[in-house]
């Protein structure tokens, strides 16, 4: 994809296929157990992607970086996803696991350190802010036991953990492999806790058979490509900082589509969330040189990392 149009489109794409995940989980639960609905999306997702993988002829990971891989994909599907959509079957509303999951800039922040990356003061104040936004916007959420908002963070850590690990373990692995290894390792591990739990009673087959197609194509092949080939391109928290932003998508979503109410303080608590992405968002400029050397001293050019 040309740079420029990747810069401007890849965000605001991100955001919109990554909050409908929440409402077509929602659709998924209500027609079928949560771990029935995550061997579904994670085998047919994975058979794509594989496929997908053959096909173009992209290279696997090999030796320790597949293992890399394999525990990254199981913190951002398996335990992110399977807890999530626990939290979902236990009626927990999308509106209050995305605002949960919107806490995932400061966790990813808090972690930038391993990777040897600089937040700004600035981008601090943005973190601060976006997270008491988040909570507030929780608070006033009632539909939620402590139960399924302990599964919510169970989710977050998944999601924010994993997003570490794999930019500090797999940066070189092609999006496409990375994507396909991520999701099929994860689909063993649903299928086990379904047979585990005797969960494979589809009450509304129509309704199952919908949002399975959205959350296979959309979420798990078209958001995390997208979010994987992020990951290789910008830094962590940079990628990080647009979960911010989907706790206002997806509550206007849920708005339209499944009728659940926005009351006056979650509204302010996303507003807040969005200063908070804002202020991150920015970074310090750096100062201008004010004049050219006239003799140059001559500067070694740093390595390039192989896979990059």
Known sequence: ??????????????????????IAGIIGVGAA???????????IAGALLILLVLVTGTPWPRGKVL????????????????????????????????LVQGLSPVVIAVFAG?????V?????????????GVGLAVVDQ????????????????????????????????????????????????AGILAVLTDAFHISDPG??????VWMVLINSMGAFLLLNTMF???DTTRVGRLFFATPVVTAIMAWLIIDQPVGPVTVAGLTLGVLGLILASRRAVPPAVSAAPADPVPVATPAVPAGR
């Open 232 to 234: 290789q391109r910008w």
């Open 67 to 98: 293992g890399h891989s394999v525990i990254a994909g199981l913190l951002m599907q398996m335990v992110q996803f399977g807890a999530f959509y626990t939290a979902m079957g236990e009626h927990v509303s999308a509106a209050v696991i995305s």
């Open 142 to 189: 009632s539909s939620f036991s402590l139960a399924g908002l302990l599964l919510c963070l169970l989710g977050l850590a998944g999601l924010s953990l994993g997003t570490v690990y794999q930019k500090r373990f797999t940066p070189g692995v092609d999006p496409k492999a990375g994507t396909a290894v991520h999701v099929a390792v994860s689909a063993p591990f």
């Open 114 to 118: 391993l990777l040897g990356e600089t």
């Open 120 to 132: 700004t003061s600035r981008q601090w104040l943005g973190f601060g802010i976006g997270g008491l």
């Open 33 to 43: 157990p949560p771990m029935l609905v995550l061997f579904a999306r994670f085998g």
């Open 1 to 22: 994809m040309n740079n420029r149009l990747f810069e401007v489109a890849g965000p605001p794409a991100l955001i919109l296929m990554w909050s409908s995940a929440f």
């Open 207 to 212: 309704r199952f058979a919908g949002s399975m």
